[in-house]
Structure formats: structure tokens, C-alpha cells
Nanobody, 118 residues
Framework: QVQLVESGGGLVQAGGSLRLSCAAS????????MGWYRQVPGNQRELVAT???????IYADSVKGRFTISRDNAKTTIYLQMNNLKPQDTGVYYC????????????WGPGTQVTVSS
């Protein structure tokens, strides 16, 4: 079954850290660039971190230097290490293909809530 399941969110004070995990089942997710998205109420999902199949990483300016995206060797789990969290990092975090297609856009997981208090 092809699915994405995110976990690891929670409530943390500003300056704290969290590590998000995304269990990605399905061969297609092992063969494509993957990303972490953030959504706040009223806004569209924003791509904040990308990990290419060659291992390159790309970050939004808002998280550069604080977030790190990685994946395990089996390429079934994608991680997002978030350090020095800020209240503006609050949102629901999702993983999915970094370049969305009709197929991947229909495969969003439940997401995981991250709340950063000031």
C-alpha cells in the first residue's frame, strides 16, 4: 500500500528542537526527490526542505541553517531535524514528493503538528 505517515511533532519552546519522521511506503517514493512541507491555517503548503535522489539538499530561506533533511539507507524514512525553533515554524508538517504530480498530490499523509511557543 502506498502511503505517507508523518510523526514526531509536538509542543516545544522557542529555541528547542524536534525531529520529524516520515514513513514512506511504495517504491515510487524511493526513486524521487522528497520534501517536507509546512502548512499554517489559511495558507497553502510551503515546501521548506528538499532531498534529491543524489543526496543534495535545498532549504527555504526561512529554515536554512536550522533544519536538516535526511533519509535512511533503505530510503523508506525521511527525517527533518529542526533546531533553534521559532514561533513562526508552527504549523502542520507533511512529507511528499518535492515536485508534486496529480498522483503524489493525492497521497498526502495526516501530517504532524508542530507548535512553538514564545
Amino acid at each position: 500500500q502506498v502511503q505517507l505517515v508523518e510523526s514526531g511533532g509536538g509542543l516545544v519552546q522557542a529555541g528547542g528542537s524536534l525531529r520529524l519522521s516520515c514513513a514512506a511506503s511504495g517504491a515510487v517514493f524511493r526513486l524521487t526527490d522528497m520534501g517536507w512541507y509546512r502548512q499554517v491555517p489559511g495558507n497553502q503548503r510551503e515546501l521548506v526542505a528538499t532531498l534529491t535522489t543524489s543526496g543534495a539538499t535545498i532549504y527555504a530561506d526561512s529554515v536554512k541553517g536550522r533544519f536538516t533533511i535526511s533519509r535512511d539507507n533503505a530510503k523508506t524514512t525521511i527525517y527533518l531535524q529542526m533546531n533553534n525553533l521559532k514561533p513562526q515554524d508552527t504549523g502542520v508538517y507533511y512529507c511528499n514528493a518535492a515536485t508534486l504530480t496529480n498522483w503524489s498530490a493525492s497521497r498526502w499523509g495526516p501530517g504532524t503538528q508542530v507548535t512553538v511557543s514564545s
